[in-house]
Nanobody, 124 residues
């Protein structure tokens, strides 16, 4: 059964850090790009970062540049989102999703499997 499970969310103060994990099962992570999204209350879902099967990163959201990084450990079938210098506007539910292919794509419909999400709350 194909599954993505996010973890690592929580409550943190402004300026703090969190590392989110996206654990994959039921498929070989090596063959797919993985994208992190987030959705804040009352806002549309936002595409943040993607990592290809070979580890190339694509940033889609300027507001996270220099603060968020994405990495993967294929041996552990896990993708990580390291978030530093967190701000209250980073508060959202964070989701990981499997891309259709090995390479990242920002196109609508480029992901086909999603995790359940993990809540990140940054207090001011």
């Amino acid at each position: 059964q194909l599954q993505l499970v996010e973890s690592g969310g929580g409550l943190v103060q402004t300026g703090g850090s969190l590392r989110l994990s996206c654990a994959a099962s039921g498929f070989t992570l090596d063959y797919y790009a993985i994208t992190w999204f987030r959705q804040a209350p009352g806002k549309e879902r936002e595409r943040i970062l993607c990592i290809s099967g070979s580890g190339d990163n694509t940033i889609y959201t300027d507001s996270v540049k220099g603060r968020f990084t994405i990495s993967r450990d294929n041996a552990k079938n896990t993708v990580y989102l390291q978030m530093n210098s967190l701000k209250p506007e980073d508060t959202a539910v964070y989701y990981c999703a499997r891309n259709l292919h090995f390479y990242c794509s920002g196109s609508v419909g480029s992901t086909n499997y999603w995790g359940q999400g993990t809540q990140v709350t940054v207090s001011s």
